[in-house]
């Protein structure tokens, strides 16, 4: 049974950061490629970065690219989203998740477990 545990939302100024964990478990978790993705109310979910297995291939949306880190820890089964210069329109429930391989993805359909997902507001 594969978990993922989102945690570090909360509510933020604008132009402040957080920094959002998931840890997971259940899975070889070096042997699968991870990612965060977004849900705004009234929106669909939304791609916001992926890491691949070994961490050394990342990839962003266009909206968050050079504000948002993804990193991961594959000694402490833990993926990481670093958000920093929060604008109001990043404010929505983050999803963590992870696909059955280890190269990235956007599509949200090529991942199969998610986490329960964690909110970020983020006040102007």
């Known amino acids: 049974q594969v978990q993922l545990v989102e945690s570090g939302g909360g509510l933020v100024q604008a132009g402040g950061s957080l920094r959002l964990s998931c840890a997971a478990s259940?899975?070889?978790?070096?042997?699968?490629?991870m990612g965060w993705f977004r849900q705004a109310p009234g929106k669909e979910r939304e791609f916001v970065a992926a890491i691949s297995r070994s961490g050394d291939s990342t990839y962003y949306a266009t909206s968050v690219k050079g504000r948002f880190t993804i990193s991961r820890d594959n000694a402490k089964n833990t993926v990481y989203l670093q958000m920093n210069s929060l604008k109001p329109e990043d404010t929505a429930v983050y999803y963590c998740?992870?696909?059955?391989?280890?190269?990235?993805?956007?599509?949200?359909?090529?991942?199969?477990?998610w986490g329960q997902g964690t909110q970020v507001t983020v006040s102007s």
């Open positions: 998740t992870t696909r059955p391989i280890g190269s990235i993805s956007v599509r949200p359909d090529e991942y199969d477990y």
């Open positions: 259940g899975r070889t978790f070096s042997s699968y490629a």
